[in-house]
């Protein structure tokens, strides 16, 4: 199964890529942690990375295609894999289609994840990560049980970054949805409901097909 999750900040698409790990067993690809890992351990493409991230903007298309191609090179992502925030702009979406035509395993399905532009808001400022344990929680919709982990707030879901974020998906993701629906691959799925139904909404809508089929 080779799926991409294509919606704007905030829509839940490295929840449900966790969801989908475990269910199917596929690596998650998402070129924000693989950006934030190299951010965190100082490397010269975090040092380049960074100032772009923390304002909101897309990391340049070069550095993102040549993170991904070695992510896909590697063996666990041969037996599918899910995309979680790439591509990101056409320019993106035709290199993937390269990469993946020359390797013969081409895209299953597509899954926009739609979203009100207030929810996600919320979601975007309510959100915390462990930085021990790296698990993503929501000050207003699942806040941890205990008092056990060290919660931090990412540097772009700060007010002010997201405003800037939303814009970028706007002029430069959404374009891909009519890019992904002329090539026949594009489903949507209602992503304001608790975080089961909208796996259960994502599995309905594309997955049957793609398990069928991998
Ligand atoms: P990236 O890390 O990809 O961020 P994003 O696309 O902005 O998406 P998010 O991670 O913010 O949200 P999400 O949709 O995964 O939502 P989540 O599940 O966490 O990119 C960050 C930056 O890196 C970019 O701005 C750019 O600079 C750079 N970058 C990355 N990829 C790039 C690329 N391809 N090209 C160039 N630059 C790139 O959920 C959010 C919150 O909501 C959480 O608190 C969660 O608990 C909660 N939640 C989730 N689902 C539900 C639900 N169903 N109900 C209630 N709450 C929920």
Do not use: W
């Not at 049980?145 to 919660?151: E, I, R």
């Amino acid at each position: 199964m080779r799926i991409v999750l294509l919606g704007a900040p905030g829509s839940g698409k490295g929840t449900q890529s966790q969801l989908l790990v475990k269910a199917y067993g596929i690596p998650q690809i998402s070129t924000g942690d693989l950006l934030r890992e190299a951010v965190s351990q100082g490397t010269e493409l975090g040092r380049r990375a960074k100032a772009a991230m923390d304002s909101g903007k897309l990391v340049d298309d070069a550095t993102v295609l040549g993170m991904i191609r070695e992510r896909l090179s590697r063996p666990d992502a041969a037996k599918g894999f899910i995309l979680d925030g790439f591509p990101r702009n056409i320019a993106q979406a035709e290199a993937l289609q390269g990469m993946l035509a020359d390797l013969g395993t081409p895209l299953d399905s597509v899954v926009l994840m739609n979203l009100d532009l207030g929810i996600l808001f919320k979601r975007l400022t309510g959100r915390r990560i462990c930085q021990e344990c790296g698990k993503v929680f929501n000050i207003y919709t699942s806040p941890p049980a205990d008092g056990k982990h060290q919660l931090i707030q990412r540097p772009d879901d700060k007010e002010e970054v997201i405003g800037k974020r939303l814009e970028v998906y706007e002029a430069q993701t959404k374009p891909l949805i009519q890019y992904y629906e002329a090539a026949g691959l594009l489903h949507s799925v209602e992503a304001d409901a608790d975080v089961e139904t909208v796996f259960k909404s994502i599995e309905r809508a594309a997955l049957p097909r793609t398990v069928a089929g991998s």
